[in-house]
C-alpha cells in the first residue's frame, strides 16, 4: 500500500490558483481497474484508491504517513513563471481602448 505525496497542479482550463497550495496523500492503486461487460462502467475492489488526504504543508503529510506506518513517496512539483498581462481582464472594458470593441 504505497501512498504519493504531492501537491497538485492548478487546472489548466483556468487562470486560477485554487486547491494547488495543499498538499496530498493518495494510495497507488493495488489492482488494474475491470470493465464491467454489460454496462461498460470501470470499477475496482481496491478501496484505498478512493482516499484522499489533504494537508496545509509537506511536512504534515510526511508526519501522518509515518506516524500510520504508510510507506510513500514524494513528488516536488515543477514551479512555473506565472504569465500574468499588463491589464487582465478588465482591461477588455476599459474605455479609453485604443482599438475597436471586437465582439
Same mark, same amino acid.
Given at each position: 500500500?504505497?501512498? $504519493?505525496?504531492?501537491? #497538485?497542479?492548478? &487546472?489548466?482550463?483556468?487562470?486560477?490558483?485554487?486547491?494547488?497550495?495543499? +498538499?496530498?496523500?493518495?494510495?497507488?492503486?493495488?489492482?488494474?481497474?475491470?470493465?464491467? #461487460?454489460?454496462?461498460? +462502467?470501470?470499477?475496482?475492489?481496491?478501496?484505498?484508491?478512493?482516499?484522499?488526504?489533504?494537508?496545509?504543508?509537506?511536512?504534515?503529510?510526511?508526519?501522518?504517513?509515518?506516524?500510520?506506518?504508510?510507506?510513500?513517496?514524494?513528488?516536488?512539483?515543477? &514551479?512555473?513563471?506565472? &504569465?500574468? $498581462?499588463?491589464?487582465?481582464?478588465?482591461? &477588455?472594458?476599459?474605455?479609453? $481602448?485604443?482599438?475597436? +470593441?471586437?465582439?
Amino acid at each position: 500500500m504505497l501512498a $504519493r505525496i504531492y501537491q #497538485p497542479a492548478r &487546472n489548466a482550463m483556468t487562470s486560477g490558483q485554487a486547491k494547488t497550495k495543499n +498538499w496530498v496523500l493518495e494510495f497507488s492503486p493495488q489492482e488494474p481497474r475491470q470493465i464491467d #461487460p454489460l454496462m461498460g +462502467w470501470t470499477s475496482s475492489s481496491d478501496m484505498n484508491s478512493q482516499i484522499r488526504l489533504m494537508f496545509d504543508s509537506k511536512d504534515a503529510a510526511v508526519d501522518y504517513a509515518s506516524s500510520n506506518g504508510i510507506p510513500y513517496t514524494i513528488v516536488d512539483p515543477k &514551479n512555473r513563471k506565472q &504569465n500574468v $498581462r499588463s491589464g487582465g481582464y478588465g482591461d &477588455n472594458f476599459a474605455t479609453n $481602448r485604443r482599438a475597436v +470593441w471586437t465582439h
